[in-house]
């Protein structure tokens, strides 16, 4: 596979990088309202879904032929649990707009053979909508991409992981105490999410610069999984200054 370049944009604050990111997330929706978006969740991206949801609020910005993938659930995590990421996207981002919540696919966390949940994943993702047209993606300050923990392959697919201990620190701030963080978790793979048309990853703050500059500058190795994201023809980063700090 030959290496590409990713493009970066540095931005001023976390402010700006939602609204770049919105910018790109309305124009394709804007120009293909039936396009496939991969989802995130995280603090990151709160500040572009509230951009989106003012758009719907204040435009009447139409959502609803657009679908969405995202990228991750905890294991054992329902969907009504408030810490689930389908309760955090529905918190967040869908419960505002009107996007067709059967066009909403989230992996279910308390499915009983996590092996064929991952797969139907796949199979409707791929099958029925043709693909993830334009994907949104974090990185952990270990640098994994969804819940790919350093160690992951560039031919994973959509599959049930263990955390790793930094992903379980930097996660419990969202929980009451830290063993209350699930130990693991089903995510789509890197082999996966190299498939999307277009990636845009966003990261802010000065905890994110290492993984930023190892995926941009380091070896591409599975010791950094956002490495990988430099096989992909189409991608930004658009990252705040002090994740761009030791660039
Ligand atoms: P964060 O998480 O947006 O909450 O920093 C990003 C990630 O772990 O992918």
Redesign the pocket.
């Known amino acids: 596979m030959d290496e590409k370049t990713i493009q970066v944009i540095v931005c001023e604050d976390k402010k700006d990088v939602g609204f770049k990111a919105f910018r790109i997330f309305s124009d394709a929706i804007y120009s293909n309202p039936e396009t496939v978006l991969g989802l ?6 709160v500040e572009m879904y509230k951009q989106l949801i003012a758009l719907h609020k204040e435009k009447g910005f139409n959502f609803s032929k657009t679908a969405s993938f995202n990228l991750d659930e905890y294991f054992m995590l329902a969907s009504d649990h408030p810490q689930s990421y389908r309760y955090f996207m529905n918190d967040v981002l869908f419960n505002h707009i009107n996007i067709d919540k059967t066009r909403t696919h989230v992996l279910n966390g308390v499915c009983k053979t996590p092996q064929s949940e991952c797969q139907q994943f796949e199979e409707i993702l791929f099958e029925q909508y043709g693909g993830v047209d334009l994907q949104l ?5 270990n640098g ?3 819940f790919n923990e350093p160690g992951s392959t560039l031919d994973s697919r959509t599959r049930i992981v263990d955390l790793n201990q930094q ?1 379980k620190k ?2 419990a701030r969202f929980f009451q105490k830290q063993e209350d963080v699930p130990t693991q978790a089903l995510t789509m793979g890197i082999g996966t999410i190299l498939e999307a048309r277009k990636i845009v990853l ?2 802010t ?1 000065e905890n ?1 610069a290492e993984a930023i500059n190892d995926a941009i500058n380091g070896p591409i190795t599975p010791d950094v999984p956002a490495s990988f994201l430099r096989y992909h023809p189409d991608c930004v980063f658009i990252v705040d200054k002090d994740a761009a700090a030791i660039l």
Do not use: E, M, Q, R
């Open positions: 995130a969740t995280g603090s990151t991206p993606l974090g990185i952990g300050s994994h991409i969804a992903t930097d996660n966003l990261a703050g994110k």
